[in-house]
């Protein structure tokens, strides 16, 4: 089982700057592939960034050249760099881990990220 702990979320005016850390647990780490995701209030979880474990990334349109995907394979670590923050931003973030060995995927818990004036 894979234990996953997201930080960094918090209160933000719009055109500020986050980023969320996701920290996972074990020693295999650096094969699974890991997204982050969110979800605002009424709507479904949506994919918003992920990384491979070959360190290839893929983004979800409205947030291309503003969020950012990194890996620290030594500290177990999955990061989200956002930038320009805006109202629609607002959501709870949740970062996935999928073992492509296996096929399961583990959630973390969430952080929240609101961006307001």
């Known amino acids: 089982q894979v234990q996953l702990v997201e930080s960094g979320g918090g209160f933000v005016q719009p055109g500020g700057s986050l980023r969320l850390s996701c920290a996972a647990s074990?020693?295999?780490?650096?094969?699974?592939?890991m997204g982050w995701y969110r979800q605002a209030p009424g709507k479904q979880r949506e994919l918003v960034a992920a990384?491979?474990?070959?360190?290839?990334?893929t983004y979800a349109d409205p947030v291309k050249d503003r969020f950012t995907v990194s890996r620290d394979n030594a500290k177990n670590t999955v990061y989200l760099q956002m930038n320009s923050l805006k109202a629609e931003d607002t959501a709870i973030y949740y970062c996935?881990?999928?073992?492509?060995?296996?096929?399961?995927?583990?959630w973390g818990q969430g952080t929240q990220v609101t961006v307001s004036s």
């Open positions: 990384i491979t474990s070959a360190g290839s990334t």
């Open positions: 074990g020693s295999m780490f650096s094969i699974y592939h």
């Open positions: 996935d881990a999928v073992d492509p060995l296996i096929g399961t995927q583990y």
